[in-house]
C-alpha cells in the first residue's frame, strides 16, 4: 500500500481509537468497530439468558430493588429532596458560569470549583441509589450484553480482533485491559467521549484560569531573565584620546633657528 493510500485509509477510519498503557510504560492503541447484526442478535440473546437466570435464582429485579431501597430508607423522601436540590443548584451554577465576566479570575475560578463540587456531590447521591440496582436482573444482564459486544467490536489497527471469541475474553488474563474495553465501549454506546467529563464547563475554566496564570508567570520570569541580563552586561568604558594641540605659528617662527651666514 502506497504513503497516499495509507493517509486516504486513515482519514476514512471512522473508528474510535483510545489508547492504554501498560505497566512499563507502553501504550497500544485500540479501535471500536461497529458491531454486525449476528454481533447485535448474540448480544441479545445473551442479555435474555442472563436475565432468565437471574429470575430463576431469584435475584431482584429492577422495580423489586426500588421497593426494597424504600422499605430499608435508602431511597427515602429525604434523599430524593437531596438530589433535586442538588440538581437545581448544579445547573444554576452552570448557567452563572455560562455568564461569567471574564476579568473576575477568582470570583470564576470559586464558582467552577463550586460547580464540580456541586457535580460530585450529585455522582454521589446518584450512586446511592445505582450501586444497589446494579445487582437487578436488568443490569446484571445489560453488563452481560455490553461484555458481549466488547468482545466483538475492539480491535487492532489493522482490524484483527482481540479476542476470537466471548470466551476468549472472558479467560482474559490482563483486567486492565478488560475494564478499560468494557468502559470504552460503554461511553461509547451512550454516544459519550473518552474525556467527556474533560469537556464540563467547570473544567475548561479552571483550565483556562491555569493556563493564563502560567503565561503570565512566565512573561515575568522571562522580564526577570531580561532585566538580570541587563544588569550582568559589563559596563561600556568609553576612553577619550585627546591630541596635543599644535603649536601656533609665531611660536614656531621664533623657536626656529637661524640659518648659517655664507663666508
Not at 131 to 148: F, H, R, T, V
Not at 227 to 249: C, I, Y
Request: charged share 35%.
Amino acid at each position: 500500500m502506497s504513503d497516499t493510500s495509507k493517509v486516504i485509509k486513515d482519514i476514512l477510519d471512522v473508528r474510535r481509537e483510545f489508547t492504554l498503557e501498560d505497566d512499563k510504560g507502553n501504550i497500544t492503541s485500540y479501535y471500536i468497530a461497529d458491531p454486525s447484526g449476528e454481533d447485535i442478535r448474540k448480544a441479545d440473546w445473551n442479555y435474555a439468558k442472563v436475565f432468565n437466570q437471574a429470575l430463576a435464582d431469584k435475584i431482584p429485579t429492577h422495580a423489586q430493588m426500588l421497593e426494597i431501597l424504600k422499605e430499608r430508607g435508602v431511597l427515602s423522601e429525604e434523599y430524593q429532596r437531596s438530589v433535586e436540590k442538588t440538581k437545581i443548584d448544579l445547573a444554576a451554577a452552570l448557567f452563572r458560569l455560562e455568564h461569567m465576566a471574564p476579568d473576575q479570575d477568582e470570583e470564576n475560578e470559586a464558582l467552577a470549583m463550586e460547580t464540580a463540587r456541586l457535580r460530585d456531590e450529585l455522582f454521589r447521591l446518584n450512586q446511592r441509589l445505582n450501586g444497589p440496582l446494579q445487582n437487578s436482573c436488568e443490569n446484571m444482564a445489560e453488563d452481560s450484553k455490553n461484555e458481549y459486544l466488547t468482545s466483538r467490536v475492539i480491535q487492532f489497527k489493522d482490524g484483527k480482533r482481540i479476542w476470537n471469541t466471548f470466551d476468549d475474553y472472558l479467560r482474559e488474563p490482563n483486567t486492565q485491559l478488560t475494564v478499560k474495553c468494557r468502559f470504552e465501549v460503554m461511553l461509547w454506546l451512550q454516544g459519550l467521549d473518552s474525556n467527556f467529563m474533560e469537556k464540563a464547563p467547570e473544567h475548561k475554566v479552571l483550565r483556562d484560569l491555569a493556563e493564563k496564570r502560567m503565561n503570565a508567570a512566565l512573561e515575568v520570569a522571562k522580564q526577570q531573565a531580561e532585566e538580570k541580563k541587563d544588569e550582568d552586561k559589563p559596563a561600556e568604558v568609553v576612553q577619550e584620546l585627546t591630541l596635543p594641540e599644535e603649536a601656533p605659528a609665531e611660536a614656531k617662527k621664533k623657536g626656529r633657528k637661524p640659518k648659517a651666514a655664507n663666508s
